[in-house]
Every structure is written in structure tokens, then in C-alpha cells.
């Protein structure tokens, strides 16, 4: 299995079992933490069905180009992954850790199948990928969808982007609190995200 696979698998793994030990009421207060993001997440899918689904359609799956999807090209949060196995049903969950231990020698990411991604609530990393032939070919000709896209891409940092307490971050959190750890962890171990975090922790500081 490569690393990439294992730590995905391991992951999963850890969410599917500590939110099975988890009380019905502490689990209707995780759904309660993610509901905002979740209304966020179904706003960009309205967004991208309307303006393009047509374009990914035609450039990705007939003409099998495929900007976004490639193997192991794609940054899964920790929080990704917790949000993910919460609205996904125990099948579900069982097909993505089969996926990955399987080894991936094609070019694709390895959750990508036939009937598109595996994922129920897919990495925000993806939902946000737009390539630039699709961002040319619509925003040329809309700029009001642009506008919009760009809207979407500032309401995104205010759950991944820590210069604030942030859910992504707060995710990570809870689970470190329970005993876990994890290399997807990226807000507690990734040089760039600490150094926003303590650069945002200075500011507030100096604040008179
Ligand atoms: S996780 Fe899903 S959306 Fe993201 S690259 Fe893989 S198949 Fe594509």
C-alpha cells in the first residue's frame, strides 16, 4: 500500500470508529458543528451543476482529459475526511477503505470510479478545483459567475483558513483531544498553517 493510500485508509479508519463510540447526542452535536458548512457546501454544488456541469462533462469524462481527479494529486484534510464519514452511510465507508487498499497504478485519483467520485461530501480542495479551461470558458462569457465564484471562494476560508478559529481547524482538534493523531492533520502540523495561526494569534495580541 502507498503511504499516500495508508494514510487515507488509516484516516477513515479512525473517524468510522471513534464516532461509532460516540453517544447519539454528542453525534447530533458534531452534525449540529458541520450543518453551516454542509448548507455552504450544497451552495457551490448549485453553483458548479449550473455553470459546469456541461463543460466537465464534455472535457473530462467524453474526451477523457480530466484536469482534476489525478493520482494522489489531491490535499484530503483531516476535517475532510471527518465530515465525509459523518454523512456517509456504513457501505459507503466500506467501499472507500477498499478503494484505497487496493493499489492505485492508473493515473486517476484513486477514489474516482465509473460512477464519478466516491465521496459524499467530497475534499473541499476538489470542490474548489476548477481548471483554467473551465474557469476560461465560462467566466468569459459570465462575469457575474465570476463574481459569484469569487464570493464562494471567500465564505471557504472561513472554514479552512485559520487567522480565526475555524471548523476545519476545530475538527482536527476534537480529535486530537480524544487521543488520535494523523498526518492529514494539516492544521496542527503543517509549517504554513501553524505560521498563519500564530501570525493571527500575534495580531490579536498587539490589538490594544
Ligand atoms: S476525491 Fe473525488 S473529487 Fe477529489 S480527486 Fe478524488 S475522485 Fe476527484
Avoid at 493520482?71 to 457501505?91: K, P
Wanted: hydrophobic share 35%.
Amino acid at each position: 500500500m502507498s503511504d499516500y493510500n495508508r494514510e487515507q485508509s488509516e484516516a477513515i479508519a479512525t473517524v468510522e470508529h471513534h464516532l461509532k463510540t460516540q453517544s447519539p447526542s454528542e453525534l447530533a452535536r458534531l452534525k449540529t458543528r458541520i450543518k453551516t458548512y454542509l448548507r455552504f457546501r450544497k451552495e457551490i454544488d448549485q453553483f458548479s451543476q449550473h455553470h459546469f456541469s456541461q463543460i466537465c462533462t464534455r472535457k473530462c469524462y467524453q474526451d477523457d482529459y480530466s484536469a482534476c481527479c489525478n493520482r494522489e494529486g489531491i490535499t484530503t484534510f483531516f476535517a475532510d475526511i471527518v465530515i465525509n464519514v459523518m454523512m456517509s452511510s456504513d457501505d459507503e465507508i466500506k467501499r472507500l477503505l477498499r478503494v484505497v487498499s487496493i493499489p492505485n497504478h492508473g493515473l486517476k485519483c484513486v477514489y474516482l470510479r465509473k460512477m464519478g467520485c466516491l465521496w459524499r461530501i467530497k475534499p473541499i480542495v476538489c470542490e474548489m478545483f476548477l481548471c483554467e479551461h473551465a474557469r476560461n470558458s465560462v467566466f468569459d462569457n459570465e462575469p457575474n459567475a465570476r463574481k459569484q465564484w469569487k464570493r464562494l471562494r471567500r465564505r471557504e476560508k472561513r472554514y479552512t483558513w485559520p487567522n480565526r478559529p475555524v471548523l476545519f481547524d476545530d475538527l482536527e482538534a476534537y480529535f486530537i483531544r480524544a487521543g488520535y493523531s494523523s498526518n492529514l492533520m494539516y492544521f496542527h502540523n503543517s509549517p504554513g498553517l501553524l505560521r498563519v495561526k500564530s501570525l493571527a494569534m500575534k495580531e490579536e495580541n498587539t490589538v490594544p
